[in-house]
T-cell receptor, first 114, second 111 residues
Framework: KAGVTQTPRYLIKTRGQQVTLSCSPI?????VSWYQQTPGQGLQFLFE???????NKGNFPGRFSGRQFSNSRSEMNVSTLELGDSALYLC?????????????FGDGTRLSIL | QKEVEQNSGPLSVPEGAIASLNCTYSDRGSQSFFWYRQYSGKSPELIMS????GDKEDGRFTAQLNKASQYVSLLIRDSQPSDSATYLC???????????FGTGTQLKVEL
């Protein structure tokens, strides 16, 4: 069974640009969550989508947004990039139907802002 | 107080020993607890989940949960050099699928 697939793996952008990251969940998984990982802040929750609806949101500015499509694939967008947005962005998927369904992570997209 | 706390380490253990990793959490309503392993430059990999008080064993790994003390631990028996990694404690908090992570404990298994 294929795992969570994230594209692209690496991305270099400059300040002020915008970026879109993509995540394909494990087949049958309906929940997709996004996390940001940095050396200083660790792993932080961005948001979760379930059945095309944002179900939960972390404490990030509105520049960070996402969406989910009917096939459960998800995209995350960051507008007006700042140097501090340099991070590993991780997508995780789960069946999504309850609290006892673990999340499985993709390999991540490493975003560098110059 | 942080929501999920772990000792950052590094925790050094000799090969073949038991490694004990600890985690405390602040939300008494939390129901689901997970341990992830993360090798340097890689993404987190789920190794254990636990939902009820007590112990849960899977191979060389044992997760322990004490909801009254708001404490979760992970024991790794017969530690191997390949177990050297950062171990992340994660707690499902609030509604939906929000995982709150500790900062991770770096484990080093020495030959």
């Amino acid at each position: 069974k294929a795992g969570v697939t994230q594209t692209p793996r690496y991305l270099i952008k400059t300040r002020g640009q915008q970026v879109t990251l993509s995540c394909s969940p494990i087949s049958g998984h309906r929940s997709v969550s996004w996390y940001q990982q940095t050396p200083g802040q660790g792993l932080q929750f961005l948001f979760e989508y379930f059945s095309e609806t944002q179900r939960n949101k972390g404490n990030f500015p509105g520049r960070f947004s996402g969406r989910q499509f009917s096939n459960s694939r998800s995209e995350m967008n960051v507008s007006t990039l700042e140097l501090g947005d340099s991070a590993l962005y991780l997508c995780a998927s789960s069946l999504g139907g309850g609290p006892r369904q673990p999340q499985h992570f993709g390999d991540g997209t490493r975003l560098s802002i110059l | 107080q942080k929501e999920v706390e772990q000792n950052s380490g590094p925790l050094s253990v000799p090969e073949g020993a038991i490694a004990s990793l600890n985690c405390t959490y602040s939300d008494r309503g939390s129901q689901s607890f997970f341990w992830y392993r993360q090798y340097s430059g890689k993404s987190p990999e789920l190794i254990m989940s636990i939902y009820s008080n007590g112990d849960k064993e899977d191979g060389r790994f044992t997760a322990q949960l004490n909801k009254a003390s708001q404490y979760v631990s992970l024991l790794i028996r017969d530690s191997q050099p390949s177990d050297s990694a950062t171990y992340l404690c994660a707690v499902l908090t609030g509604g939906g699928n929000k995982l709150t992570f500790g900062t991770g404990t770096q484990l080093k298994v020495e030959l």
